[in-house]
């Protein structure tokens, strides 16, 4: 092992698992050295032009090399503008715990907070596009982009350096307002310069409305997620757009909100066609049994996972018996939209009413083993 080069040593240690690559790191200079790129495999940021300072300077440190880097998430948030001290103090994102602290220090907190508002007031359209084609130029590995609102970490602690830092130097939190389509605008016209990225997941509100999507192809992303796409009349053609620009998808995650349709009338599944697609989650939306069945239908689908999903108009009874006549048939997955009650009258789980679809598509002489009491109920319309 002494006599290999570095090169041959690093290629070992992009390969471990990360309580491995720490032992391995610990056998001599020379590994510590070759396996120090493994470390930066996952990277996460603060979508700030200080945090974006800090890793440019990163990427040229002889001890930050960003070459192995797969996986980059971008943090973003709308921070709040207070015209003055009084005002900021008493702001409801204001960070409470600091009412205890001396004057001085409250005051030097409101410059540092001014500042920061007007370093990021400086950001435009076109800056930003240069800034994000900087930063992803480091990564010329990078295989998955996540774009992730700051407060997207549902309540739980984000351990995240910078974001941390920042809060306690302007004793603020961003807002929890989630929308993130101004970020990911910024992104789009960069994306094509990584070659090798093949996942991108938004976590955080989508309107598709503030993008302009026709004029890209991302070929090369294979997998999308859409955690959050804003759904009501009107959005179709938009929603339509930006899915467009991944003609390639083999893996596709849309969730609505609010809870409900994409559109006015229909989800526009008509107008998604991927040659590819094998993996589908619809999460949280309302669509009609017809256009749900000819998208089943015409994909080349593995699995399919609905989740919380509502019929506009037919019936469960009728998607399934339609769906278990295909050949080849996908593995349909539900979750909260079957429910059968056991013999004391209590809903049985998900689990329980999983194994008796499973039954049903498998057997064309079963029964139908679920009752649909509201399946006559169509709803029309849902605005944002």
């Known amino acids: 092992m002494e006599t290999l080069p570095l090169e041959l040593l690093g290629a070992i240690a992009l390969n471990l698992p990360i309580a491995d690559l720490r032992h391995f790191r610990l056998l001599g200079r020379r590994y510590a ?8 495999r996952e990277l996460s940021f603060l979508n700030t032009l200080g945090t974006a300072d800090a890793l440019q300077t ?16 971008i943090y973003d948030g709308a921070w709040p503008v207070a015209a003055s001290q009084k005002e900021w103090e ?22 540092r907070y001014e500042q920061f508002l007007r370093q990021e007031a400086s950001r435009t359209f076109e800056t930003d596009v240069l800034l994000f084609r900087s930063v992803l130029a480091h990564f010329p590995s990078l295989r998955e982009l996540t774009l992730s609102h700051i407060h997207s970490w549902r309540m739980r602690y984000l351990d995240l350096t910078h974001f941390r830092d920042l809060t306690n130097s302007i004793w603020m939190i961003p807002s929890f307002e989630s929308f993130v389509a101004a970020a990911i605008s910024r992104l789009f016209p960069v994306l094509g310069t990584c070659s090798r990225l093949e996942r991108l997941n938004v976590d955080g509100l989508l309107d598709a409305r503030d993008l302009a999507p026709k004029q890209y192809r991302f070929n090369t992303i294979r997998h999308l997620c859409l955690n959050a796409i804003l759904a009501g009349e009107g959005l179709e053609n938009s929603i339509a757009s930006f899915l467009g620009a ?24 008509e107008q998604m066609r991927w040659s590819d697609l094998q993996f589908c989650d619809i999460i949280g939306t309302w669509v009609p049994e017809d256009e749900l069945f000819s998208f089943t239908k015409r994909h080349p689908l593995k699995h399919l ?7 506009t108009s037919g019936s469960w009874k009728s998607f399934f018996s339609r769906a278990r006549k295909l050949q080849p048939r996908p593995n349909i997955v539900c979750h909260g939209i079957l429910r059968r009650r056991d013999e004391q009258g209590w809903p049985m789980e998900d689990v329980v009413s999983q194994r008796l679809l499973n039954w049903f598509l498998a057997n064309a002489e079963v029964p139908w083993p679920f009752s649909d009491p509201d399946d006559d109920i169509s709803i029309f319309s849902l605005s944002p």
């Open 33 to 40: 050295d070759a396996g120090f790129p493994a470390l930066v």
């Open 58 to 73: 990163l990427s040229r440190s002889p001890y930050g090399s960003l070459g192995a880097a797969r996986h980059l998430t």
């Open 90 to 111: 008493r702001h409801v994102l204001f960070l409470r715990s600091r009412t205890k602290c001396s004057p001085t220090a409250t005051k030097q907190a409101y410059h």
């Open 246 to 269: 991944f003609p390639g998808l083999t893996t596709l995650t849309i969730r609505t909100f609010p809870r409900g349709p994409i559109s006015h009338q229909r989800l526009p599944l």
């Open 305 to 311: 996972t609905l989740k919380e999903v509502t019929l």
